[in-house]
């Protein structure tokens, strides 16, 4: 299990940026894919974009394509997210998890254990 925190978040103004940053420590960050979620007030969890082990494969929601990219640097044991062209609408908060099988964060996310406390993300119209 690997420990995640997550930072980066604030409150933007619509068509603004950010970017978020998952840190990991305790164990090879490399064996991990790491995947974004975000819960706004009121609604479910949902999977915002998670990114394999090597890096080479990304997959996101068709609501942020476009606009989020995620990235991982494993020297530096921390994966990003970057969001450009906020809406409203991606006020959440924002948690990172972590597994060894992608599948596991994009279909079995009950399984992850690896979560970070989150980060919240406020976008004002």
């Known amino acids: 299990q690997v420990h995640l925190e997550e930072s980066g978040g604030g409150l933007v103004q619509a068509g603004g940026s950010l970017r978020l940053s998952c840190a990991a420590s305790g164990q090879t960050f490399s064996n991990y894919a790491v995947a974004w979620f975000r819960q706004a007030p009121g609604e479910e969890r949902e999977s915002v974009a998670a990114?394999?082990?090597?890096?080479?494969?990304?997959y996101y929601i068709r609501s942020v394509k476009g606009r989020f990219t995620i990235s991982r640097d494993d020297a530096k044991n921390t994966v990003y997210l970057q969001m450009n062209s906020l809406k409203p609408e991606d006020t959440a908060i924002y948690y990172c998890a972590a597994d060894p099988r992608i599948d596991t964060l994009l279909t079995e996310v009950r399984r992850v254990k690896s979560w970070g406390h989150g980060t919240q993300v406020t976008v004002s119209s």
């Open positions: 990114i394999n082990k090597r890096g080479g494969s990304t």
